[in-house]
């Protein structure tokens, strides 16, 4: 069926390095995705998104890329701050709005 | 902080029993989807209402259903409540049922059954 998995359920990044936070998507007609962090306690917060003709995508500290090919998405953080700590998922939309999430990276950061 | 809103916060209920979980979507959003996150895992999508229409469901028995309001405001309600109902329950809003739009999440409803 179809799935989004990560590759790492955990990351642990000292302050200031970049974290990279990786996805496998299985379904190849998938033509939208979405990085979100959650917090602990709260919903998940919208980070970036990218269509399915895009490769890469830049935010504030963040690039999300892209690779068809392999069906791959990863999440790349810029100097990483404490402030970033929580889980992160990706999710894909394949099918007008229905949103298929992995199980999601604990990343940490280190002071 | 998005704008999506949702009631109660937290609620603890027996088995056999019946919830109503509310939300609220975001100022000029129109389509709302109702998840299912278990501990430990990533949220599974229970449904979506789009202009008052069921948009989509995905693989949740009949126990758990749903309405949409003409304010676009939404309930999901479970009947006949199990064990393993119990999770966090999150509603999102976006502007459009047809996807490839933003999902804004709510804080969501942590639900305890017992």
């Known amino acids: 069926g179809e799935s989004v998995g990560l590759h790492l359920p955990t990351l642990s990044v000292q302050e200031g390095d970049n974290s990279i936070i990786n996805c496998a998507y299985s379904?190849?007609?998938?033509?939208?995705f979405i990085w979100y962090k959650q917090e602990s306690g709260k919903g998940p917060q919208f980070i970036i998104d990218?269509?399915?003709?895009?490769d890469k995508r830049q935010g504030q500290r963040v690039t999300v890329l892209l690779n068809k090919t392999v069906k791959h998405l990863s999440l790349q953080i810029a100097a990483t701050q404490p402030g970033d700590s929580a889980v992160y998922f990706c999710a894909e939309d394949n099918q007008g709005g229905k949103l298929i999430f992995g199980q999601g990276t604990e990343l940490s950061v280190k002071p | 902080e998005t704008g999506v809103t949702q009631s109660p916060t937290h609620l603890i209920k027996t088995r056999g029993q019946q919830v109503t979980l509310r939300c609220s979507s975001q100022?000029?959003?129109?389509?709302v989807s109702w998840y299912q996150q278990a501990l430990g895992q990533g949220p599974q999508f229970i449904f979506q209402?789009?202009?008052?229409?069921?948009?989509g469901r995905g693989n949740f028995p009949p126990r758990f259903s749903g309405l949409q309001f003409p304010n676009y405001s939404s309930e999901l309600n479970v009947n006949a409540l199990e064990l393993d109902d119990s999770a966090l329950y999150l509603c999102?809003?976006?502007?459009?049922?047809?996807?490839?739009?933003?999902?804004?999440f709510g804080p969501g409803t942590r639900l305890t059954v017992t």
């Open positions: 100022s000029g959003h129109n389509t």
């Open positions: 209402y789009y202009r008052e229409e069921e948009n």
């Open positions: 990218i269509r399915s003709n895009m």
């Open positions: 999102a809003s976006s502007f459009s049922g047809t996807g490839g739009f933003e999902q804004y």
């Open positions: 379904n190849s007609a998938s033509d939208y």
